[in-house]
């Protein structure tokens, strides 16, 4: 016979039973997955709620689009928050991300000075050549309508 008999009957035995050996490996990285991604995020979620919360009048936020505003009034679901001069947006409390700091809104460099726009300045002698050739050029097409209301 090719197989000794003391070999074919220990193969024929009963699976060892599982036990708690068997199932370290499983809550270990349960536990792993709990402290690195269960808790954390259930900590932000709770510091994003109280943030939310706690919004009052004259806060400065960003909004999940992106948009910088200070917060003009506070209701139970809904914010309205100043996203520029005279222009009002409502939005959900859901909708705010972060909290920034007193004071930021006006240190935020746009790369557009509102001097310069509030005082009808160019900002570069580029734009003013640019604007007045797109005066200048007519197409044939508008040329032949003022020709034919010159005519009426």
């Known amino acids: 016979m090719l197989i000794s008999e003391a070999f074919a009957q220990a193969a024929s035995g ?16 349960l536990v792993i997955f709990y402290f690195l991604l ?16 706690g919004l009052q009048k004259g806060d400065e936020i960003i ?33 705010v991300q972060t909290l ?6 006006k240190s935020i460099d746009t ?7 509030k005082n009808n300045k160019p900002q570069k002698a580029s734009d003013t050549q640019e604007s007045s050739d797109e005066g200048t050029n007519v197409s044939p097409a508008s040329e032949s309508q003022k020709e034919s209301s010159n005519k009426n």
Request: glycine share 10%; aromatic share 2%.
């Open 38 to 53: 269960i808790r954390p995020q259930s900590k932000r979620a709770k510091e994003q709620k109280l943030m939310r919360e």
């Open 100 to 105: 920034l700091p007193k004071g930021t809104l």
């Open 63 to 95: 909004i999940s689009g992106g948009e910088l505003g200070r917060v003009i009034s506070v209701g139970e679901n809904y914010i309205t928050i100043e996203i520029a001069p005279n222009v009002e947006i409502v939005v959900l409390k859901a909708g």
């Open 111 to 117: 790369g557009k000075s509102s001097k310069a726009l």
């Open 14 to 29: 009963t699976q060892p039973e599982p036990n708690l050996m068997s199932f370290l490996p499983l809550i270990g990285i």
